[in-house]
């Protein structure tokens, strides 16, 4: 699904070159979920936000599900996260002013879908997490783990092939990690969604298949 070659990123300080990340080859095959594992400044976010397209490798080759990424303009990449790729953050980064059911229903509006369809997948994915109580109700009225939840519903609501997770855990009680582990493991398992989650926890890295070791921006051996 996903085919990195000899990637590197680099930000320019006048003449220096500092390079977040080198020689970064890798092939992450469709069901893989894998833990991107390192410590702070090893390049981790950077390495995720290339493989999430918001980000531009400054050389290398990337290939998504055999398209090669390197060659597409801003407004082709846009099109293809927008349709393949679902974006689950630390931080949940749900629009505050917006319901519950609104929240779930931006990514479909970015898509262009209509307006029946949309109704009808919120309400089918607020039925599948338990939420339809909660639909008119604000981010901030939500616990944290369960604007986790609904953050996760909104990756899930265009039925991405893959979703990347960064730290998806860092801000919860252990409990509230533990349901958001399996709750990816059980989409990984049950509906072959590929995932890719940056974290520091050993615990979470257990609920994948692969572990890639950042350090200094360079993969050590698996
Ligand atoms: P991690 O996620 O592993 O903590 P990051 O990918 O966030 O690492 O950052 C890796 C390194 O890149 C850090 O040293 C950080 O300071 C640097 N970095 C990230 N973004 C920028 C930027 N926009 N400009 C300059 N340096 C950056
Ligand atoms: P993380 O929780 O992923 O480690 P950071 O606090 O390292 O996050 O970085 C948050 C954001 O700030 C990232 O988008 C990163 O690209 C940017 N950033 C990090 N270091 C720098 C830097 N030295 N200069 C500019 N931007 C940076």
Known sequence: ???????????????????VLRYITADIKKGDF???MGPS????????NIIGMLEEPTAGEYYFMETPVHTLSEKQRIALYRTHIGF???AYHL?????IYE???TPLMYQNVKASERKARVAEILDRFNMVAKKDLFPAQLSGGQQQLVG???????????????EPTGNLQSKQADEIMHLFQKLNQEEKVTIIQVTHSEKNATYGNRI??????EFMDE
């Open 1 to 19: 699904m996903i085919q990195l070659k000899n990637i590197e990123r680099y930000f320019s300080n006048g003449n220096v070159k500092n390079y």
């Open 34 to 36: 894998v833990s991107i």
């Open 41 to 48: 400044g090893a390049g981790k976010s950077t390495l995720l």
């Open 88 to 90: 689950v953050f630390q």
């Open 95 to 99: 629009l505050d002013d917006l319901t």
């Open 103 to 105: 929240n779930l229903e």
């Open 152 to 166: 996760i519903a909104r990756a899930l609501i265009a039925r991405p092939q893959l979703i990347l997770a960064d």
């Open 212 to 217: 890639l070791q950042l350090m200094d921006g």
